[in-house]
């Protein structure tokens, strides 16, 4: 009975854990309406988080575009099907690369910025000494960290998506030769603003509030040591990047399976 006893023990740890981060959600959430009377502390996370991963975005969004071209472009003329290349493209950054792609980058760039910062923080007792001063910790650095990851999502996926158009344009009328016309408006013909666009922009909404909680717990609660702070940048960009995946799957079988 040694190995049922140690599956109960770790079905136990998980269900432990699953109930530590719903306590430490709703403590956070009860924390958000203090934080937004405070509104520039949100708005210079939404600097660090967004403005300082402009580069990053812009760049992985022009290159997926540039390729995503290609690769549509020889799958759709075996079948003479290549003026629809830029309706492919467009749906298929809007409604899954964009919001998804952002959100893995996000994850790595911002998520373990924010997990790295709040966890020297802690090890330097900066929050502890925040507490004997009677200022709540949550309210004052997870809330705003918190809230400028869900605003600079939506944001940043919506610029990758952009240009990623962009670059598909560059290579499938400038490069390959197709018709512009035809290229802008199978685009404009097919995509629907509400259905596309708008859960598009619910996903990253969604992929913000998972990266941005992942990450401000997993700096919060790690350990007050260098390998400790070193294991919550790891273990927010895994959890992150997996939570990111499933959602995504869930969010689109429930978004597009029927009109």
């Not at 472009?73 to 003026?83: C, I, W």
């Not at 992150?240 to 959602?247: I, R």
Request: aromatic share 8%.
């Amino acid at each position: 009975m040694t190995w049922l006893s140690a599956i109960g023990r770790y079905v136990i740890e998980c269900l432990r854990a699953l109930g530590h981060h719903a306590f430490f959600f709703r403590e956070l959430l009860r924390t958000l309406p203090a934080s937004l009377k405070r509104p520039y502390f949100a708005i210079v996370q939404v600097h660090a988080l967004g403005n300082l991963s402009l580069l990053v975005i812009l760049s992985s969004g022009l290159a997926v575009g540039f390729v995503l071209a290609l690769q549509t472009y020889y799958a759709l003329v075996t079948y003479g099907a290549a003026d629809s290349v830029g309706l492919v493209v467009n749906l298929s950054l809007v409604r899954e690369l964009g919001p998804v792609v952002t959100a893995l980058l996000f994850a790595g760039r911002a998520g373990t910025s924010l997990t790295a910062e709040i966890g020297l923080m802690k090890a330097g007792e900066q929050l502890a000494a925040m507490e004997l001063m009677a200022v709540d910790p949550k309210s004052r650095v997870l809330a705003p960290r918190f809230i400028g990851g869900i605003i600079a999502m939506p944001i940043l996926a919506l610029l990758f998506s952009a240009v990623g158009i962009l670059g598909a344009y560059l290579v499938g009328v400038q490069l390959i030769g197709l018709d512009p016309g035809n290229f802008w408006s199978a685009m404009e013909n097919g995509v629907d603003v509400k259905r596309d666009l708008g859960n598009g922009i619910i996903k990253s909404l969604v992929f913000g509030v998972i990266c941005s909680f992942v990450a401000v717990y997993q700096g919060y609660e790690a350990k007050a040591t260098p390998e400790g702070v070193a294991r919550a940048t790891t273990r927010t960009v895994v959890i992150s990047s997996l939570a990111v995946l499933a959602t995504d799957f869930l969010l689109t079988a429930l978004m597009f399976s029927t009109r």
